[in-house]
Every structure is written in C-alpha cells, then in structure tokens.
C-alpha cells in the first residue's frame, strides 16, 4: 500500500522547516489562484453599472440610473441592472468549465512550472483588460482571462498535492478560501474608501507574482516532481528506472520468465494512466463530483441571481454596497469552512447538498415575496452559505485523496473532479439569467 506522505526530506533542511514552507507555500497559492475570480465576481455589479454609465446610447425611459447611489430606478418593484450579474459569472466560468471537461485528459503533456506562468499571464491580463476597458464585451473578455488562470491553476495545484504530504490539500483548501476574503474584502473596503475601481484592480496586480513567488521559491519540490518536463517523460524515466533495477534481478535470477512478468507490472505500474483507466477513475468520482456539483449550484444561483434583487432602500449601505458585503460575508463563511479540515470532518457529503437548495428555496421566496426585515438577516444567511460551500470542498477533495492509494489515479482524479463545483456554478448561472429577467419584469 501506497504511503500516505509524500513529503520531499531534503537533509540539508529540517523537516519542519520543509512542512512549514510547503504548507505556506500551498496556502499562498490557493489565495493567488482565486483572488481574480473572487474579484471579478465582486466587481460584477461596478463592471455592469460602469459600462453603462460609459455608454454613449440613450438610457431608455424606463430605466434611469442613479450613478451617485449606484442604483437604478425603473418600473419594476427591484433595483435593477439591465444585464444580471449573472452574466459576468458565465464569463468567469465558463471557460474553467471547458478547462476542467477536457484538460486533465491531456494535462500530464505539460510541466507544472510552464502552467504556472501560463496563469500568471492571464491573471495579469485580466486585471489590465478590465481596468481600461470602456465597453461591455471588453471587461467580459478580461473576466474570461481571469477564468483561464483560476480554471488551470485549480486542477494543476490540486494535482500537485499528491507529491506532498497530504497535510497541503488542507491549506490549498484554506488558502482558496482566503482568497475569497481578502479578495471581496479588499475591493469592497478600497472602493468604499473612494478609489475608483480601476484603480482597485490595478492595486490587485500584485497577486499574480505573489503566486510566482510561492510556487518558484517557498515551495521545497520533491525530486520526482517534473517541473520542466511533462508527465509523460517523467513516467518514462521512472519506469525505464524500474526496468534497469528488474533486469538486474533477471540477470542474477534463473527463472527468467518471472522476473520478465516483475518487469512488464513495473512498466504498467509506471506509466501514466491510459484513456480506460481514467474513464474508469471518473465513474468511481461520480458520488462525489454530484453532490459538490448540487451545493455549488445553490449558492451561486442565490449569489448571482439572487443577491443583487435583495435590496433595501432604507439601509444605510447604497445597494452597491450591500451586493458587496453580501459577497464579502459570504467569503468569510468560505474561508472557515475550509480551514476546518484540521478540526472536523463530514463524511455524508448529501447532508451539505440538501441545506444549500433549502437555503435557495428560502432565498427565492424572501425576494418574491419581500418578506426579510432587514440585510442583517441577509448577512447571517449569505454567511451560513459560505459555510457550506466551503465544507462540502474542502471535505469533497479530502475524501477523494484518502479513498484512492494510487498515486497516478489520485493524482487524475484531484483535477478531474475540480469539474463538479464548475459545472453547479455554470448551471446556476445559466439559471439565474431568466430569473433576475422574470423579477425584474414584476
């Protein structure tokens, strides 16, 4: 049985100095993989509300904007955004979804270290394109920039793990959680402040050579890592390794028929998995991508769909405000779920499924019916779904890396069922599009 750590020993180094630095190393990293997507969704309403503040076409009569609150007047009995939020969620989705559907299939051909750049680049692109962008169809593209990077990066990091102790899927976990607190946080507090959103997401630039420095310099890399060379040139080295030290008990042996079937288990064993074999791993996943697939789609379609038609006028906080700290709170509630592993552990992965699709239920009714008293309320339950969200990640992942022992299928089935949560998300942004059309009409 395969050992459950990985951890590189180098002798030059003390052990706990190497956990320490691999443990920070991982958490930096899911902040900087997240941060982007974290933003763009915080910024949807300041995107969608800027572009049309920047229109040169007429406001319709029904719809007169009042750029100083940031809200907008029109018949409906909601303030509402003529494009739902919604539609800069498909944009930061759905290019990770078609990512996460095709890439781990192919994945192994390149080395980790050139992934990291790629993301890099397109989290620095994406930060650039919406800052000066004056159109709609612009700030969508850089959104889909930062897509990209948050899409690759996860399913790469996430395979990562399976060379370190198993303690790092942990602060991976806790580190993307991060991200969504200081992401949201950060831009609600600097916009609050008086910057300007462009210069907010400037300010944010940093975040992309932050992962640089984590992966190239605070991570200490297991030799068996193949950092500049693919997956597949790696398993060849290894198993060409294994072939010499079996021809070697061959020589020595007198029955060579079994020493040479050694040698052929020692090839198969080595290799990088075939189309079969990964097929075969992502039909055992199912119980496991479905349910984490179910709590995404809840919560983002209460976050897009819902959040921004939850809206009170006699609150002290501009409606802007509010959809920021709605998404502010309900990061926090990521963030302490998925540093929990350390602390507890859910095994019934369906119980965390059916809360969020209550908590959508209640939502759908609170803003057709209006019955909440105050955001406060709002605040505790945006929060509470954090909390599930995170969990049901977190835990998803973990049980995933304690059920498979093989070291080429754990490391496949990490990226392949990072496609759960992706896929819940672009349902649910699908969905929340005539939703936010519907309640607007009312």
Request: aromatic fraction near 12%.
């Amino acid at each position: 049985m395969e050992r459950t750590t990985n951890v590189y020993e180098d002798p030059a180094n003390d052990g706990r100095c190497t956990r320490w630095r691999n443990w920070s190393g991982f958490w930096l990293l899911g902040l900087c993989n997240n941060f982007a997507y974290v933003v763009m969704l915080s910024a949807a309403h300041d995107i969608l509300q800027t572009q049309s503040e920047n229109s040169t076409a007429p406001i319709p009569p029904k719809l007169e904007i009042d750029y100083k609150n940031g809200s907008s007047s029109n018949n409906s009995r909601y303030d509402c955004n003529p494009v739902s939020t919604a539609a800069v969620l498909l944009a930061d989705i759905l290019p990770t979804l078609v990512i996460k559907l095709s890439a781990p299939f192919v994945i192994h051909k390149f080395p980790y270290g050139f992934r990291v750049l790629f993301c890099v680049a397109m989290a620095v692109a994406s930060f650039l394109l919406v800052s000066f962008s004056s159109m709609v169809w612009m700030s969508l593209l850089g959104v889909v920039f930062a897509s990209i990077s948050s899409g690759l990066g996860e399913l790469s990091f996430l395979s990562l793990t399976v060379y370190f102790d198993r303690v790092v899927l942990g602060a991976w976990s806790s580190g993307t959680g991060g991200a969504g607190v200081a992401g949201a946080l950060l831009y609600s507090v600097l916009t609050q402040a008086g910057l300007a959103p462009r210069t907010t997401l400037l300010i944010m630039l940093l975040i992309p050579f932050l992962m640089l420095i984590s992966y190239f310099l605070l991570l200490v890399t297991p030799p068996s890592l193949p950092q500049w060379r693919s997956m597949e040139t790696g398993y060849t080295a290894q198993s060409t390794r294994g072939s010499e030290e079996v021809q070697h008990l061959i020589d020595e042996s007198t029955d060579e028929d079994e020493e040479q079937e050694k040698s052929t288990q020692e090839n198969q064993t080595s290799g990088p998995l075939s189309y079969t074999e990964k097929l075969h791993v992502v039909k055992g996943l199912l119980k496991f991508v479905f349910p984490l697939g179910v709590v995404y789609f809840a919560e983002y379609f209460i976050n897009q769909g819902l959040m921004e038609l939850l809206y009170f006028p006699k609150f002290f906080l501009s409606h802007a405000a509010q959809y920021r700290w709605y998404q502010t709170l309900y990061q926090v509630g990521v963030l302490v779920s998925r540093s929990s592993l350390c602390c507890v552990k859910i095994r019934k992965l369906w119980a965390l499924s059916l809360l969020q699709v209550v908590n959508a239920v209640v939502l759908v009714f609170a803003v057709y019916y209006q019955f909440m008293p105050s955001a406060w309320l709002v605040f505790a339950i945006v929060l509470y779904e954090g909390l599930l969200g995170g969990a049901a990640y977190v835990n998803t992942f973990y049980s995933i890396s304690k059920e498979i022992e093989d070291r080429r299928q754990r490391e496949f089935a990490l990226a392949a069922a990072s496609v759960g949560d992706t896929l819940g998300i672009a349902l649910a942004a699908l969905t929340a599009l005539p939703v936010h059309k519907y309640f607007c009409s009312l």
